[in-house]
C-alpha cells in the first residue's frame, strides 16, 4: 500500500529488534551498504531475555514505525516448555509485531548463504552452527573485535549468494511447518527481505 500527503510520499520505516550484538551488527551493516531510501533502523534491548525484546518493539510501535520486527533465537525457548508458551502468548498478544524466527540461531541464516539448498540436518545450537560456518568464514565470532573488522552483512552479500539464501530460508520454513520432526533448523529471515522488496517496488 502506498502511503501519500498530497504528492509527496511517507518515508517508510521498519524497526528491527535483535537480541544481542550479532543482530544488531548484521542490520546496521545492511544499513551502511544497502543506503536505502526508507528508514531501517536496529535496535537491541538492554536484556535479551524475550520480555524486553517485546518491550522495545513495542515502543518502536508507539513510534510510529511501520514495520517493527523481532529477531528471536529459538534454542533456550524450544529446550523450555514453559519459555515456549510464554512466546507463544507474546505472540497471540502482539499480532502488530513480525516475529523473525531462527533455530537454532541467526548464525543459521548466515550459513544459508553458502548451502546448495534447502537440508534435513538439524543444527542443535550455536556450537554446531559455528563450526559450519568457520568453514566460510574462518575467523567468525560473536564479539564487537570480529564485527569491527568484518563488515558480516557485506561479506555474506558478496561472498555468499543471498538470494538463494533468502530462497532457502523460504523452503525451510514451510518445511518445519509441515514435517517438523524432519526438518528442526529453520530461520524466517526470508520475511525481511519480503518487506524490503514491496518498500523499494511502491
Known amino acids: 500500500m502506498s502511503m501519500r500527503q498530497g504528492n509527496r510520499r511517507v518515508r517508510k520505516s521498519i524497526a528491527i529488534i535483535g537480541e544481542g550484538l550479532t543482530e544488531y551488527r548484521y542490520i546496521d551493516d545492511m544499513c551502511t551498504t544497502e543506503r536505502y531510501r526508507f528508514s ?64 537454532p540461531c541467526t548464525e543459521y541464516w548466515f550459513l544459508m548463504h553458502y548451502m546448495p539448498g534447502p537440508s534435513s540436518r538439524e543444527y542443535a545450537d550455536y556450537n554446531v552452527v559455528l563450526q559450519e560456518l568457520k568453514k566460510h568464514i574462518l575467523n567468525y565470532e560473536k564479539t564487537e573485535a570480529f564485527f569491527n573488522k568484518t563488515h558480516i552483512y557485506r561479506e555474506l552479500k558478496d561472498k555468499g549468494d543471498m538470494e538463494r539464501a533468502i530462497d532457502i530460508s523460504r523452503e525451510l520454513d514451510k518445511l518445519h511447518e509441515t514435517e517438523l520432526e524432519v526438518y528442526k533448523s529453520y530461520t524466517q529471515m526470508y520475511k525481511l527481505f519480503d518487506i524490503i522488496s514491496e518498500i523499494t517496488k511502491e
Open 40 to 103: 531501517l533502523v536496529p535496535g537491541m534491548p538492554k536484556h535479551s531475555d524475550i520480555d524486553d525484546i517485546v518491550m522495545l518493539a513495542r515502543e518502536r510501535m508507539n513510534a510510529g514505525y511501520d514495520y517493527v520486527l523481532c529477531l528471536i533465537d529459538m534454542d533456550v525457548i524450544e529446550g523450555n516448555h514453559d519459555k515456549m508458551e510464554h512466546y507463544r502468548a507474546l505472540k497471540r498478544d502482539n499480532p502488530e509485531i513480525i516475529f523473525v524466527e531462527s533455530s
